[in-house]
Every structure is written in structure tokens, then in C-alpha cells.
């Protein structure tokens, strides 16, 4: 199906199948738990190689112990790696963190900025996060692009693509802007709910008739 499709048949695909999986996930919404916009790129850089379930874990305490970009910059190294150890790739997501809180300082006031160029300037900081923060704390349309989105993206015939910035450029010229938040977290919930790694159930998913990787036996 997917591989002579053309663009203007490929959105017209993408289209119904954003209907229904809306309509499938009405509630669907970013996985990490935050109350700010450092809480949640602190969160977004934890997630790296990690579920959200384990950074949700980890966040309460990490949040409670640090609750200033101050906090980050000037703790023990030791210390922070210790808080965030159990997500994994603690030694350079700790660095990371510490230095992006300490140019978060130098730079932007301790705040967090709201451009895509600023924030991936950020020490740990790629496309997938600043995508993360701009669209879940200050209202920008994106999409990041994880596991769940490069996967199924692939899955669909919407991409033939492993490389995570070129699915993301590839999907905002098929999917128009005002529906990237929504591409995003639908797709996302259904990676969770349905079209499962090494286990999607294809006989129960809404878009079967829309994908080229179903397998309904
Ligand atoms: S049909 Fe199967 S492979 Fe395709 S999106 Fe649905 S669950 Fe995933």
C-alpha cells in the first residue's frame, strides 16, 4: 500500500487515521508527571533510554530534593548521580543536568526559554526534548519523536526512516501543524495501549485497514 503512495494520498491516509485514533485515545497526554517547565526538561532528559513509568519513579524525590535550577547547579555531582541512578546513563544524565541548570543560569535567568534554537543549545538537550517542553509547557505545535513515534511511524509506511530529526521533518510535511500535538500523543498512546513493540495486536487495532503492517491471523 505505502510504497506508491503518493504525498497527497499519504495525508489523506494520515488524516483518518488521526480521526480515529483520537477518537480512540480522547485523553491521550505527555507520560512524564511535571509541574514545570524545569521539572519536565529535567524529566525529558532523565527519559533517554528509559520508560516513563521508571523516570515517574524516580521524579517525586529528585523534584522535592531539588527544587530550583540553583539546587541542580551547585549540587554534588556524586549526590545527583545517586538521585537519578535507576534511569540509567546516571553519570552523563546528571552531568548534563548540572550543566544545563548552570546555563540555564548564565543565560537565560534560571529560566526555562521557550524557543527550539535556545533550548537545544542546552547541555543534554536534543529535538525530542526541547519538542517535549515547547508543546506540553508553552503551547507550540511539535513532534517528538521517541520510540513509539519512530516505530509506528515506520509501521504506517509514513517513513522509511530510523534517523529521528529526518521522521520528524518527514512527518510535519505530510500531518498539518495544528494537528502535530495531536499526531504525537495519539500515536503515543496507541504504542503503549495497542500497537505494542514485538507484540501489536493488530486484531484489535482501529487502523488495520490503514496499515501496511497488519497482521490480522
Ligand atoms: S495494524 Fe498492527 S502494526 Fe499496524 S498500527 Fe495497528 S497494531 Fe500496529
Given at each position: 500500500m505505502a510504497r506508491r503512495e503518493s504525498k497527497t494520498a499519504k495525508r489523506e491516509r494520515i488524516s483518518v487515521i488521526l480521526d480515529r485514533l483520537s477518537r480512540s485515545y480522547?485523553?491521550?497526554?505527555?507520560g512524564l508527571d511535571f509541574e514545570t517547565p524545569l521539572q519536565l526538561l529535567i524529566a525529558t532528559i532523565l527519559s533517554a533510554q528509559c520508560t516513563d513509568a521508571r523516570v515517574n519513579m524516580v521524579t517525586p524525590g529528585l523534584f522535592e530534593k531539588y527544587p530550583t535550577v540553583h539546587d541542580y547547579a551547585h549540587a554534588p555531582i556524586e549526590e545527583l548521580e545517586d538521585a537519578v541512578?535507576?534511569?540509567?546513563?546516571y553519570k552523563n544524565k546528571a552531568r548534563n543536568i548540572q550543566l544545563c541548570c548552570r546555563q540555564l543560569i548564565e543565560r537565560h535567568n534560571g529560566d526555562v526559554p521557550e524557543t527550539m534554537q535556545d533550548l537545544t543549545q542546552?547541555?543534554?538537550?536534543g529535538r525530542k526534548t526541547a519538542n517535549c517542553v515547547l508543546t506540553n509547557c508553552f503551547g507550540a505545535q511539535g513532534i517528538t519523536v521517541d520510540t513509539h513515534v519512530t516505530r509506528i511511524s515506520n509501521l504506517l509506511g509514513l517513513v522509511n526512516d530510523e534517523d529521528a530529526v529526518r521522521i520528524e521533518f518527514a512527518l510535519m510535511e505530510l500531518i498539518p501543524q495544528e494537528r502535530w500535538n495531536e499526531f504525537n500523543h495519539s500515536i503515543i498512546a496507541h504504542g503503549r495501549a495497542?500497537?505494542?513493540?514485538?507484540?501489536?495486536k493488530c486484531d484489535q487495532c482501529p487502523i488495520s485497514d490503514l496499515c501496511p503492517s497488519a497482521s490480522l491471523s
Open positions: 480522547p485523553d491521550a497526554k505527555v541512578r535507576t534511569t540509567g546513563f542546552l547541555a543534554g538537550v495497542t500497537c505494542i513493540a514485538r507484540r501489536p
